[in-house]
């Protein structure tokens, strides 16, 4: 209890204004897509357009930010890149590690049909956001995993918080 109170007392409350605001918008703007009746925002990485579910506020903000351009420069570009090498990588199988929402996989499922996609992620809740973006998307070449890779040998216990 008393560790609470020391950091109620050090915290940067200008901070916390900007991010409690922002984790406000990220619910709003999710309530009215509910409201709507939307349940997937299509985004456009480098003219392949990709259908991307949403579960929660942030990946409703993620696919939201993609659709309309606003996400950094830099995830584009990667995307971008991933997209093209993925088309030119010829049959075989393609890896995404950490998938989050299934994105990278997506993509590469998109551009080569002749690969097998697999997407490794290790925590359950995103795993059945890629499944639902893999329908989403019709894609029969790209498969979720519900794994950890480590180059450590054992068990590894995760908490949700």
Known sequence: ????????????????????????????????????GRSYWEVDIDGIKVKLAFFHPYQHSFARGLHFG???GHERILMSIWKHQAANA????IFDFGGYNG???????????????????ADPI???HIQQNIRLNNLSNVAVKNLALSDYSGNVFFRQH
């Open 70 to 72: 606003r996400h950094g």
């Open 103 to 121: 994105i990278y996989g997506l993509i590469a499922g998109m551009v080569n049909s002749r690969a097998e996609v697999v997407i490794v992620e």
């Open 90 to 93: 010829g049959e075989g199988i």
């Open 1 to 36: 209890m008393i560790k609470k109170f020391k950091t109620i007392k050090n915290l940067n409350w200008q901070w916390a204004w900007k991010y409690y605001k922002k984790k406000l918008w990220h619910q709003f703007y999710f309530l009215i897509s509910k409201i709507k």
């Open 126 to 128: 995103n795993v059945a």
